[in-house]
């Protein structure tokens, strides 16, 4: 059979063709490729658990420490950091323990009524016991039986009596009150917190209660005029 030679023009087409075919070929497996390595980055984490992480420096404190200062602005931040902690703490601790006392004071105030002044009757029985409580906090010494015996004595439990015939009375100062006192030893041994009235009952007992325990150690020893 004899040969046939397609003209240069078909060949040039039928080449340039396949050639195109090849490219299309070639440019797919390139994607394929490219795909696949996109796909699959496991090769790039291994690569990466490869490189050493940076390590950051850190100091005693646990603080993180500045490599430029080698690590002293970053332990002065600390220390700053710590001393304002401390700080507020000690301010804390003293508000609370001021809150505190406040709250006791005030527990106490409310757990502790203003005790109401004690009350004494306006009698002979009422005059000795409000004296003798007071010669108590003066620390004159004295019974409920001596004053009431000797009182009994001199006056028949009378406030105002006078007596207007001793010598006291002649020498123009004459006994008054319940223990008939005269007046100069009722200015010498007047009792603080009691009336400067030398018949006040309360003041005229205490005043002769403590000349009698100047004089005689105590007005228990007292049994006649004194």
């Excluded at 023009?9 to 490219?23: D, E, M, P, S, Y």
């Excluded at 505190?100 to 527990?107: E, F, G, K, N, T």
Aim: charged fraction near 15%; hydrophobic fraction near 40%; aromatic fraction near 4%.
């Amino acid at each position: 059979m004899p040969s046939y030679t397609l003209p240069r023009a078909i060949r040039t087409t039928r080449i340039t063709r396949t050639h195109k075919i090849a490219a299309a070929v070639v440019a797919s497996a390139s994607c394929a490729a490219a795909l696949a390595f996109t796909a699959a980055p496991g090769h790039a984490e291994t690569t990466a658990s490869h490189t050493p992480a940076a390590v950051t420096p850190v100091g005693s404190n646990g603080l993180p420490l500045d490599r430029a200062d080698g690590g002293t602005k970053s332990q002065q931040t600390a220390s700053s950091i710590a001393a304002s902690l401390r700080v507020t703490a000690v301010a804390k601790q003293g508000h609370t323990a001021k809150e505190a006392a406040d709250r006791s004071a005030s527990r106490k105030a409310i757990a502790a009524p203003k005790t109401a002044p004690k009350r004494y009757a306006n009698n002979l029985d009422g005059w000795i016991r409000q004296s003798l409580d007071i010669m108590r906090s003066k620390g004159i010494p004295g019974s409920y039986q001596g004053l009431h015996r000797n009182i009994m004595r001199e006056s028949k439990g009378n406030p105002n009596a006078v007596n207007n015939w001793d010598i006291n009375a002649i020498n123009g100062v004459p006994s008054k009150g319940l223990l008939q006192v005269i007046q100069p030893t009722f200015n010498a041994y007047h009792v603080s917190g009691t009336p400067r009235k030398l018949t006040d009952p309360v003041a005229n007992i205490t005043a002769a209660a403590n000349y009698a325990a100047h004089r005689y150690g105590s007005i228990d020893n007292v049994n006649s005029a004194y």
